[in-house]
């Protein structure tokens, strides 16, 4: 069973879309038991991190999810809160992941947010099989997870180079949108489901 984790602060319709294209069934839940037994588990999120963590504490799921031995996959905001901490409201995170989330810094040659299609490269892992390096996969965001030990692919927006995605052990998790990135995204949402 695939579980999509609903707490309030996801993209949940676009990642539902995603999952019906690949004619996967999955089931939206905030459940801790339902959540032990899924074969899967994805962490949408679009909005604001210090509110999503807050949401996953009213929840009771922060001591659940890095306890999670099946793949995960964060997206956005949910590849936000498996880090250590962000500045989107400078509050703890989930930890899972080594590095810290920063904002991006206003400049006249790389706007914020970070919004639209974007290359990948330095693609590290079981994620991107089939995938090349300057593949072009879609992003909607203000704040980044810097480099780290973690990061199996990386974006450069402006002078920034950030970590495009992050894995640990059974973690995994995007900055872009997979559910939004077309083809590729697709390839990527099917690599993680085949783990």
């Known amino acids: 069973m695939i579980a ?5 602060m996801g993209n949940l319709r676009s990642v539902e879309n995603a999952l019906h294209r690949l004619g996967t069934e999955y089931e939206l839940t905030a459940d ?7 074969d899967r588990v994805l962490l949408p999120g679009v909005g604001h991190a210090a509110e999503a963590m807050a949401r996953l504490q009213q929840a009771r799921l922060t001591e659940l999810i890095p306890n999670l031995r099946r793949p995960v996959l964060g997206i956005c905001v949910g590849l936000q809160v498996l880090c250590r901490h962000s500045a989107e ?6 930890g899972v992941f080594d590095t ?5 810094p206003d400049s006249d040659e790389a706007k914020v947010p970070h919004m639209g299609w974007n290359s990948i490269g330095n693609l590290d892992g079981k ?7 300057g593949t072009h996969v879609y992003y909607v965001h203000s704040y980044y997870p810097a480099l780290c030990p973690d990061t199996v692919a990386t974006t450069r927006h402006g002078d920034c180079l950030f970590s ?5 052990e059974n973690f995994y998790a ?4 997979p559910e939004k990135s077309g083809e590729v995204g697709e390839r990527i949402l099917r690599n993680f489901l085949s783990l």
């Open 174 to 177: 995007t900055q872009f949108h």
């Open 89 to 94: 409201g400078d509050c703890d995170c989930l």
């Open 164 to 168: 495009a995605a992050l894995k640990y």
């Open 127 to 133: 994620l991107f099989a089939g995938i090349s390096g």
């Open 32 to 38: 801790p038991v339902r959540l032990q037994q899924a």
């Open 4 to 8: 999509i984790i609903d707490y309030g």
């Open 100 to 104: 810290f989330v920063r904002r991006f």
